[in-house]
Nanobody, 121 residues
Framework: VQLQASGGGLVQAGGSLRLSCAASGRTFSNYAVGWFRQAPGKEREFVATIDWSGGITYYADSMKGRLTIFRDNANEMVYLQMNSLKPEDTAVYYC???????????????WGQGTEVTVSS
């Protein structure tokens, strides 16, 4: 599976962004998709995940209530809607695909290139 993340940019605190993850290659609907982020000097951390059907989702506690992850299997897309953004949400956001909708980077086999999100105060 090849993944391409997009939709990042510069936004003011309190604003919203919708990130997109476009997939190609193997049967996309077989895979769970997760979003992770990595800020400068920090480890990559879990943000959200969705199972293959779209029926099960998990969110990082630090962002719960501000995120919605959903997918469109027909068009091989996964989206991450982020609201009420804070400066501490600034990071490069990555989408990844794997067999399990887990919270660890080890649960995912395929990774996109990342899209940068900058939240100004």
């Amino acid at each position: 599976v090849q993944l391409q993340a997009s939709g990042g940019g510069l936004v003011q605190a309190g604003g919203s962004l919708r990130l997109s993850c476009a997939a190609s290659g193997r049967t996309f609907s077989n895979y769970a998709v997760g979003w992770f982020r990595q800020a400068p000097g920090k480890e990559r951390e879990f943000v959200a995940t969705i199972d293959w059907s779209g029926g099960i989702t998990y969110y990082a506690d630090s962002m719960k209530g501000r995120l919605t992850i959903f997918r469109d299997n027909a068009n091989e897309m996964v989206y991450l809607q982020m609201n009420s953004l804070k400066p501490e949400d600034t990071a490069v956001y990555y989408c990844a695909a794997g067999g399990l909708s887990g919270r660890s980077t080890r649960d995912y086999d395929y990774w996109g290139q990342g899209t940068e999100v900058t939240v100004s105060s």
